[in-house]
């Protein structure tokens, strides 16, 4: 056999080495993962107990807040763009983007896959600042929810009482498949709130001239403009 066919034959064959050992290598982790978990792909830290969340920094997609049995962060991108601490009973995440906003809407980033999961048996209070966030599947007595700038979508939850606080250039949205029993809102500024059904028992709303809403008839006729 010549030199040549000698030398292709020993490459080929240790690319087919290599190809196989990573495809074992790849085979291994995936049997790692916990098929029942729908965020295994996710790096998983461990958080400390808190009531509270603070968003702030320069954010970018969306930030996921869902109940569930341990308090967690999940997380897609590099762990450097998104660091924490705590203060009291009030965990405060800061986003670290470095490339230039876009400006994409906010209801067009919301119906994107969230890159950030913060996971919490229980929350009592949220103060957002120009973070893009969905607050999903919460069944609980009380949430107070201070928005700045920024966006938030509320889905599948039920909750007994909710105090909403938007102002500054803030997206609030409620979706028909929230069900709410006492809800008190303040539209400040240039912030928009929307409802797209209503599935509110009692609605108070505070709403500067300069704001805007979309609320069903029904809501209109609760509320104390």
């Known amino acids: 056999m010549k030199p040549s066919n000698i030398l292709l034959t020993a490459l080929l064959a240790l690319i087919l080495i290599v190809t196989v050992g990573a495809n074992f290598i790849l085979k291994a ?28 920094g320069k954010a970018f997609g969306v930030t996921q ?16 763009y998104l660091s924490w601490k705590m203060s009291a009973d009030t965990i405060v995440f800061t986003y670290h983007r470095d490339w230039p906003k876009d400006d994409i809407p906010a209801e067009y980033v919301l119906r994107g896959i969230p890159s950030f999961y913060i996971i919490s048996p229980k929350l009592a209070g949220l103060e957002v600042h120009d973070v893009i966030c969905k607050v999903v599947n919460w069944n609980s007595d009380e ?40 809800v008190s809102a303040e539209v400040k500024q240039t912030s928009t709130f929307s409802i797209e059904k209503d599935v509110i028992g009692s609605f108070k709303m505070k709403l500067d001239s300069s704001a805007h809403i979309n609320l069903p008839g029904s809501l209109i006729q609760k509320s104390i403009l």
């Open 29 to 56: 982790e995936y049997d790692k993962l916990d098929k029942k978990d729908p965020l295994a792909g996710h790096r998983r830290e461990a958080l400390p107990a808190f009531n509270h969340i603070r968003l702030e």
């Open 143 to 182: 949430l107070s929810v201070d928005l700045t700038d920024g966006a938030i979508l509320f889905s599948g939850n039920e909750l007994r009482n909710l105090k909403l606080n938007g102002k500054g250039t803030s997206w609030t949205k409620i979706d028909e498949r929230n069900t709410l029993g006492e």
């Open 65 to 80: 807040i869902q109940p569930g049995k341990t308090h967690e962060l999940r997380i897609m991108p590099d762990a450097r």
